[in-house]
Structure formats: C-alpha cells, structure tokens
C-alpha cells in the first residue's frame, strides 16, 4: 500500500492505495464519483475520461499512484454554484447524449479541447474526439454542442 | 481489467532508476503507461515491480544539439507535437506524433516509451529509423548510443538491456532540400497504422539521399531498401518494390497480401510528396 494524495475537484483526499488500483476506480469506488465509466478493456472508448492537471487522460490508464500530488477534474466538478458549466448546458440543449454513458467522457474531452484551443474549427473538434466513442447518438449533435460554446 | 499486484517505486533519477531495476527480478520501468498499462490489465504481463520514471523532470526537453534536435525521454506525444524546435527542424516527427491515438493518449505517452516498446505497429519507430535517429541509454556501465538501425530487434524487443533507461532521442535537422512524408493508413482515425510509410528525400533536382521507413509491414520497424536504391538509380517505378524483403502481418486489419498491395500504393504517395523543391 502506497500513502497518495489527490485534489480532486478542488478537495483534497489522503489515501492508502494498493499500486494496481486505476484510477477510475479510485475515483468510482474510493471517492464515489461514479460519473467517469468504464466502457471497454482496451483505452479506447474514452468513457472514463477525466483531466489531469487540466488535461484530458484517460483514467483507466492511469494508476491511482502516478495521480500522487496531482489535480483531478471530473464531470462532478464542472458545475459550479449549482450552475452547469456551458459544455453540459450545450449538451443538453443540443440534445448531444441519449443513453449518457460516454457522456461525462466527451464533456471532459471536450474541457480540454476548449482549453487548448477556444475557437475549434468542426473539423478540429471532430478530430479531438477521436478517442471517445459513442454508440447511441451518431455524434452530429456532440459536434454541434461543442461548436455552440466554441 | 484489473492488473495483477505489483510493487510500486517512484526514480527520483536516472541513476536512480537505474538502481531500482537492478535490485530486483522482473522490475520494468513505467514512463507515460500508455503500452505498459494495457498490457498489465489484460495480464499478459506481471513484472514484479514497477519503477516509475514519469516524474523526472529532467527528461523532458526539446533542445538543439547542433545538427540535430535532442528530445527528451520523457516528453509527452502532446509536447513533441507543440515543440517549435521540431517544427522548424524536423517537422516529420511532431507530425507523426500528432497522429498516435487521440488526445488523451498523446497527453500521457512519451517518446521514449514508444521507442523503447518496441512495437512494429508504432509511428516512431518507423520515424526514427528513417531519419538514421540514434538514443541514449544509460546502464550499470554508464551511457552508450544506440543507433536507430542497431535499436529495434524483434516484436516488442530492443537492444536495451533489463537495467537500461533510455534517457535521450537524437533526430537531423532536414534542410530545404530535404522533402519529406508520413502517410498512416488506418480504419478509424485513433487506430494504430494497417500499413504506415515514412519518406524523406534529400536533393536538388536530382536524388541524393533517400529513406523510406515501414510501419506495421514485419517483426520491426524496416526500411524499404530496395525502393530506396531504386530511387537513389533514378529507375522508373521504385514504389514497385516496396514491400521486397518484408513481412507482413495477417490481422483483423488486414491480410499480407493487402498490406503489400497497400505499402506500394503509399510509398508512391509518400515519394510524390516528400519530392524536394
Ligand atoms: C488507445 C491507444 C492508442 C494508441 N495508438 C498509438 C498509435 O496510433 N501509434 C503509436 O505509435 N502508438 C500508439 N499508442 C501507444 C502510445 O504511443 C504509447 O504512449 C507508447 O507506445 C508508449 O509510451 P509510454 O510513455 O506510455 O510508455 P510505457 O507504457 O510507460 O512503457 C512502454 C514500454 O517501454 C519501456 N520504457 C518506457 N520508457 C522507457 C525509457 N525511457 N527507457 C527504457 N524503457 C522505457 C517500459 O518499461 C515498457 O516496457 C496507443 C496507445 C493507446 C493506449
Ligand atoms: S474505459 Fe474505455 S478508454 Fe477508459
Ligand atoms: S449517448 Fe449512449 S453512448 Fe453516447
């Protein structure tokens, strides 16, 4: 077991982890913030996407141990006063989610795009997306959702 | 999904690290995790230890070294990509490193890992051994230099020793008579490449030096020589000759033969545009 320390959210926790523990798990069955999912074996749905020190990464290929003194971001702490940050808001009005399980990933993907570049072009939103799959909505409206806040 | 129990350290060096491979059996290093951590979940591995050299700050750089660009072990995909130096001096590489995976997974990967993985399937590889790359390697002994031709042995086997980390990657900087290509063929824009060909071509007016590197077409990164001295006897169809000497793989991606098909058509494609001037 390995004494690690993460701000997550913006709150600090001080946990005992064994090294095998990824992170998502860390975040689901440590922390209880279940929104970041887990939708495949193979780092490629992108589900389970979170920001590390704001940058998007996929936490279930991060161990919870290379987290250590490092800031987390998941979908849980986009919102702030009770206001839904402007990418959830444009996902809902632009009715950009269906079942909602790649969701909090393409909300997150789509934080740290915006972060690295405010005004993408469609093509380059398109392009950032390439890690997170959806299988409900054809993403046309994930594209224009993002294209709303850009 | 879950790997297997391991110990965990953190280097806080080179040397360090260096040390804590020698301490004990089966310990493998961990730079960005990206090949390491799929293969730990999916078991197919079980070091004893892991050393986890991400968190020296040290390794990551993009510097110039002269007549050629010195990149860091440790620097993320996401950060060889944005380096100024490379996109003056050797645009091919940030270039290729734009087309591995996605975002999230060019925020954690590093250069060094995927050299020193070892995967035929790897844009860098391929790279490297186009541009006649070289890396440092620091052991038990001290540094040495490996060059790109002498690095990559087999499927996921290099010429690095248990106990060596590699420290530093070494590329040329083109000129404005060098041209240059990387055409990555792939199903779905976060795959890794069915068939990847890397061209640079030096010459004004006529060919003087050529290279032409392959992704994904045997048990390692390969150069398509035969294609290369075609080109460099100004014959007329080189590309024909791509896939003399390879191996390809049969995968869900594609048979051998469609990848030597497939390897022909690009290295044309390749060559047109890597033409000089
Ligand atoms: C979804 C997904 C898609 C991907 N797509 C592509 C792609 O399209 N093209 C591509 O080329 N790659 C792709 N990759 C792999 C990616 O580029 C990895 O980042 C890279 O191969 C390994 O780098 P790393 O820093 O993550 O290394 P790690 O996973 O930490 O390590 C990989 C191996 O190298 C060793 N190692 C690492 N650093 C050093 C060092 N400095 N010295 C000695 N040994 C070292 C480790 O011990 C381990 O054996 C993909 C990965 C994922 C998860
Ligand atoms: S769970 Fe699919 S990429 Fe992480
Ligand atoms: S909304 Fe169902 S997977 Fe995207």
């Avoid at chain 2, 392959?214 to 048990?219: E, F, I, R």
Wanted: with cysteine.
């Amino acid at each position: 077991m390995r004494r690690v320390s993460l701000s997550v959210n913006g709150d600090q926790h001080e946990l005992e982890l064994e090294p095998r523990e990824l992170l998502v798990y860390v975040l689901r069955e440590r922390l209880g913030l279940t929104g970041a999912t887990v939708g495949c074996d193979t780092s490629s749905c992108g589900s389970c996407t979170v920001l590390l020190d704001g940058e998007s990464v996929k936490s279930c290929t991060v161990l919870g141990v290379q987290a250590d003194g490092h800031r987390i971001t998941t979908i849980e702490g986009l919102a702030e006063n009770g206001a839904l940050h402007p990418l959830q808001e444009s996902f809902r009005t632009h009715h950009a989610l269906q079942c909602g399980y790649c969701t909090p990933g393409m909300v997150m993907a789509a934080v740290s795009l915006l972060a690295e570049n405010p005004r993408p072009s469609e093509a380059e939103i398109r392009h950032a997306l390439e890690g997170n799959l959806c299988r409900c909505t054809g993403y046309q409206n994930i594209v224009r959702a993002i294209e709303a806040v850009a | 999904m879950i790997p297997a129990p391991f110990d965990y350290e953190v280097a806080e060096s080179v040397e360090h690290a260096v040390e804590l491979l020698g301490g004990r059996e089966d310990a493998k290093l961990l730079a960005g995790g990206h090949s390491l951590l799929p293969v730990l979940r999916l078991r197919f591995a079980r070091p004893a230890l892991l050393v986890d050299i991400g968190r020296i700050e040290a390794l990551s750089y993009v510097r110039d070294a002269g007549d050629r660009i010195a990149i860091g072990a440790l620097t993320r995909h996401h950060d060889v990509v944005g380096a100024a130096l490379l996109q003056e001096h050797c645009p091919l590489v940030p270039y290729a490193a734009g087309l591995i995976g996605d975002p999230q997974v060019r925020h954690r990967g590093t250069i060094g890992g995927s050299l020193a993985h070892g995967d035929p399937a790897g844009d860098l590889p391929a790279v490297l051994l186009a541009l006649d790359g070289e890396v440092d390697v620091v052991g038990p002994e001290g540094t040495r230099t490996i060059a790109a031709a002498e690095l990559f042995r087999g499927p996921f086997e290099t010429a690095l020793g248990p106990q060596e980390v590699m420290t530093e990657v070494r590329v040329p900087k083109l000129t404005g008579d060098h041209g240059w290509s990387y055409l990555k063929f792939r199903r779905r824009s976060m795959d890794w490449a069915t068939v990847g060909v890397v061209a640079v071509v030096k010459g004004n007016g006529s060919i003087e030096e050529a290279a032409v590197g392959l992704v994904s077409m045997g048990a390692t990164p390969l150069r398509a020589r035969a294609t290369e001295q075609a080109l460099l006897a100004g014959e007329s169809d080189p590309a024909a000759l791509a896939d003399d000497g390879t191996d390809p793989p049969s995968d869900t991606n594609g048979s051998a033969e469609y990848r030597r098909h497939l390897v022909r058509v690009l290295v044309r494609r390749a060559l047109e545009e890597a033409r000089p001037g």
